[in-house]
């Protein structure tokens, strides 16, 4: 099935559904039914069971030009109430950027943008005068990026993942050498990381994947002490990440900032996102775009 024809019988009917039974009621009772506000207002949704596996952030009309979630406010998600007023509550730290990629991954596709995105990072970083610590290839081990995160109040991820359809706890990224599991992960306290963009990649030809590796890792990276993190609800294609990577680091990294605010995140992703959708790119590549926290 081709991209457009997987929008048309499948997307579609799923965002058209989520829009009548979820997101309109809520943005009704809330008193949101226009999109003419110079900035939009933020809501967080928290939803369980099958439905967190659903992008309500995207729901939406999609007929006659009526305003959907996405021209109407500003959403992330979160995991638990509790897991947000914790965000909210812990301690500010000044930037020290983690950047992690793994272009070659043994069982894996190559991720041939991963020093591409790592230079976007780096040219970030230095508008603020910053020198990000660099985990590349066979740096990035499990033990390695464990301890290094920790130690650091930014993070950015470029692997690949996989999502344990039986053991969630068993769900991880794939790094040198070994997995970094989200049972791992949280055990580690990540109270001093601010903010984490998990960059999703294309799987290799063939491979099924369920469509929600990194909002479970997202949220299990919430669970343990991360404030605001970007991710993917399934995999996209190497042109969108970048395109998006550069424009929420552009925000956030901008000229004139000295130190960045993970809470202008989800914002920055808005904005991003929505360039992607004004450029004509395909629903597929900009619907798995999502905030997680603050």
Same mark, same amino acid.
């Given at each position: ?180 599991? *989200?049972? $791992?992960? &949280? /055990?580690?306290?990540?109270? +001093?990381?601010?903010? #984490?963009? !998990?960059? @999703? ?15 479970? *890792?997202? $949220?299990? &990276? /919430?669970?343990?002490?991360? +404030?605001?993190?970007? #991710?993917? !609800?399934? @995999? ?14 552009g925000q956030l990294m901008r ?10 995140? #989800? ?14 790119r395909p629903m597929v590549f ?9």
């Amino acid at each position: 099935m081709g991209v457009r024809d997987f929008e048309n019988v499948i997307l579609l009917p799923i965002l058209r559904d989520l829009w009548r039974t979820v997101a309109s009621p809520v943005l009704a009772h809330l008193s949101i039914d226009s999109a003419s506000a110079a900035k939009p207002p933020r809501i967080w949704w928290c939803p369980t069971g099958p439905l967190a596996f659903l992008p309500i952030h995207a729901a939406g009309p999609y007929e006659d030009g009526r305003p959907g979630v996405p021209d109407l406010v500003v959403s992330s998600y979160i995991s638990t109430l509790q897991s947000v007023l914790r965000a909210h509550s812990a301690p500010p730290a000044l930037l020290s950027m983690l950047a992690v990629g793994l272009p070659e991954t043994p069982n894996f596709s190559p991720l041939p943008a991963v020093q591409k995105e790592l230079a976007t990072i780096q040219r970030a970083c230095e508008r603020l005068a910053h020198t990000p610590t660099r985990l590349v290839g066979p740096a990035a081990t499990p033990l390695a990026v464990s301890r290094a995160l920790a130690q650091h109040s930014w993070l950015h991820l470029w692997c690949h993942a996989y999502q344990d359809a039986v053991y969630a706890f068993d769900s991880a990224f794939c790094m040198h050498g070994g997995s970094l599991t *989200l049972g $791992a992960l &949280m /055990q580690l306290d990540l109270a +001093r990381v601010q903010f #984490a963009f !998990l960059s @999703a990649c294309l799987t290799s030809a063939g491979e099924a994947r369920l469509p929600d590796e990194c909002i479970h *890792l997202a $949220a299990g &990276m /919430q669970f343990a002490g991360v +404030r605001s993190a970007v #991710a993917t !609800l399934w @995999a996209v294609d190497d042109r969108s990440a970048a395109f998006v990577t550069e424009r929420v680091y552009g925000q956030l990294m901008r000229d004139g900032v000295e130190d960045p605010d993970p809470r202008e995140a #989800a914002e920055a992703l808005h904005a991003a996102v929505g360039a992607l959708k004004n450029a004509g790119r395909p629903m597929v590549f900009w619907v798995p775009f999502i905030h997680v926290g603050l």
